[in-house]
């Protein structure tokens, strides 16, 4: 009866330490598992950023367009509201100085002239 005592208190201690092993590999599984889910949330969060980013700077670029075009339709409508004769004495005007300093200063007087504005 000791020995069989001594035995069940072995299995049983075998069995203890068989589900403690099984529980640390699933913990250490589920434990990598997790790190690479944060990893992957990482990745595609810095990737979200980036593609904010460029977003942010398209808007930008598109925003000056834009306000380069309200520009230029302003000057195109002050141009349409001139009378054919002032616009003409105000190139006289621009070309009486002649040079393209003198053209450039009178030319944002013009209104509807084209300027440059370093943009394509």
Do not use: C, W
Request: hydrophobic share 30%.
């Amino acid at each position: 009866i000791k020995n069989q005592v001594q035995t069940s208190i072995m299995h049983v201690k075998e069995y203890r330490h068989q589900k403690q092993n099984q529980l640390k590999d699933k913990f250490k599984e589920r434990t990598e598992t997790e790190k690479q889910l944060i990893y992957k949330f990482e990745m595609e969060a810095q990737d979200l950023e980036r593609e904010e980013e460029l977003l942010i700077k398209e808007l930008h670029q598109t925003q000056e367009e834009e306000r380069e075009a309200y520009k230029d339709l302003e000057q195109a409508m002050l141009s349409a509201s001139m009378s054919k004769r002032e616009r003409i004495a105000l190139m006289g005007e621009i070309n009486s100085f002649g040079g393209r300093e003198s053209t450039a200063q009178f030319s944002s007087q013009l209104p509807g002239l084209k300027h440059n504005r370093g943009s394509s």
